[in-house]
């Protein structure tokens, strides 16, 4: 048995007899090997993905972060082949959430393959969800 603990968890949609990857939860060792291994590269952040992320920041016990739970869900699925999509527990991976400077949740960072890094705070609709995927993202 393996020293490390990695817990990988992936929440799976059926839509239309085919199985779609929709959320991942990131340990901090999968975040190493999915998106900036930064124990590696300390000042400088280089993406690993090769889609568009999307990290959702939150705690089991969050009332927003719960609204925001079954949005992320249906946006992973409408773009599924598109971005990645992937939920950080801010109680068991507290590392990745001060790598962010996560100071509320839900807090949502997009990572594009090309340009800068966004954050927000708070829970977001759907509609605005998509228009921010659309702009930053894609």
Known sequence: MCDE???FIIITTILNNREIMAIVHLTKAQFLKRIADYEK???????????PALIDFYASWC??????APV??????????????????????????????VRSIPTLV??????QIRVTQGA???????????????
Not at 63 to 68: D, H, Q, S
């Open 5 to 7: 603990k990695i817990e």
């Open 41 to 51: 590269n300390p000042d400088s952040f280089e993406f690993l993905g090769d889609k």
């Open 63 to 68: 009332g927003p972060c719960k609204m925001l």
């Open 72 to 101: 992320l869900e249906e946006v992973a699925a409408e773009y599924d082949n598109r971005i990645d999509v992937y939920k950080v527990d801010v109680e068991q991976e507290e590392e990745l959430a001060s790598l962010f400077s």
């Open 110 to 115: 997009f990572i594009p393959l090309n340009g």
């Open 124 to 138: 977001v609709g759907k509609p605005q969800l998509k228009e921010v995927i659309e702009k930053i993202l894609l």
